[in-house]
């Protein structure tokens, strides 16, 4: 799977071979975005996918995922989520809860 994100003006990649399953692609997509996050970061944060899991909720899906990490000496503990309508959302939404746990912890260092 491959995750490509553009952060001013500069396009990171993510590239990771998992199953060819629904929950495989989930997680590919998940990690990759990670991976691509953490290009972005330069080497200033350490966080690892603990999972990833697409849950049946209102006639859609909510897709959750859960990392944890480091940087500066502090750990850090991250929950993002992201929803889609069917099946077919189910890896772009993978790939947004990557985005939606790192948000906060990307801004502060990213920033600077």
């Given at each position: 799977m491959a995750v490509r994100l553009e952060w001013r003006g500069t396009m990171l990649q993510g590239l990771v071979q998992g199953a060819d399953t629904e929950y495989g692609r989930m997680r590919s997509a998940a990690a990759a975005t990670l991976e691509a996050v953490?290009?972005?970061?330069?080497?200033?944060?350490?966080?690892?996918?603990?999972?990833v899991k697409?849950?049946?909720a209102f006639d859609g899906w909510v897709v959750v995922a859960r990392l944890q990490g480091a940087a500066e000496g502090r750990p850090y503990r991250l929950l993002g989520s992201a929803s889609c309508e069917n099946d077919d959302?189910?890896?772009r939404a993978a790939a947004l809860t990557v985005l939606d746990a790192t948000n906060r912890l990307m801004e502060r260092f990213l920033a600077s």
């Amino acid at each position: 799977m491959a995750v490509r994100l553009e952060w001013r003006g500069t396009m990171l990649q993510g590239l990771v071979q998992g199953a060819d399953t629904e929950y495989g692609r989930m997680r590919s997509a998940a990690a990759a975005t990670l991976e691509a996050v953490l290009a972005a970061a330069g080497g200033r944060i350490d966080l690892e996918l603990m999972g990833v899991k697409a849950v049946r909720a209102f006639d859609g899906w909510v897709v959750v995922a859960r990392l944890q990490g480091a940087a500066e000496g502090r750990p850090y503990r991250l929950l993002g989520s992201a929803s889609c309508e069917n099946d077919d959302g189910l890896i772009r939404a993978a790939a947004l809860t990557v985005l939606d746990a790192t948000n906060r912890l990307m801004e502060r260092f990213l920033a600077s």
